[in-house]
Nanobody, 121 residues
Framework: QVQLVESGGGLVQPGGSLRLSCATS????????MGWYRQAPGKQRELVAT???????NYADSVKGRFTISRDNTKNTVYLQMNSLKSEDTAVYYC???????????????WGQGTQVTVSS
């Protein structure tokens, strides 16, 4: 069984910063792509950023230059540093990962439970 647990969300003023973390646990053999997605009220879930196990990153245009994704492969943890936050960044942020578990020959795709980020004055 694999679990992804996000932390670090909260309420922040426009222009402020937050750092999200996503820790994984379980019978993990390897993790390829890890990423962050978000879903605002009334909208579809959208990609924020992804990072491969070799450090290749990809960002949504709306967060380029403001958000930075990183990972610690020794801890199987992914982070999202969010700077210059705007009201339109308000959403539930979800962690996602492609994970090979011990005993299986194909990766599974897993989601965290989400953490709320609210940007408001």
């Amino acid at each position: 069984q694999v679990q992804l647990v996000e932390s670090g969300g909260g309420l922040v003023q426009p222009g402020g910063s937050l750092r999200l973390s996503c820790a994984t646990s379980g019978s993990i053999f390897a993790i390829h792509v890890m990423g962050w997605y978000r879903q605002a009220p009334g909208k579809q879930r959208e990609l924020v950023a992804t990072i491969t196990n070799r450090g290749t990153t990809n960002y949504a245009d709306s967060v380029k230059g403001r958000f930075t994704i990183s990972r610690d492969n020794t801890k199987n943890t992914v982070y999202l540093q969010m700077n210059s936050l705007k009201s339109e960044d308000t959403a539930v942020y979800y962690c996602n990962a492609d994970i090979w578990t011990i005993g299986r020959d194909a990766p599974g795709n897993y989601w965290g439970q989400g953490t709320q980020v609210t940007v408001s004055s």
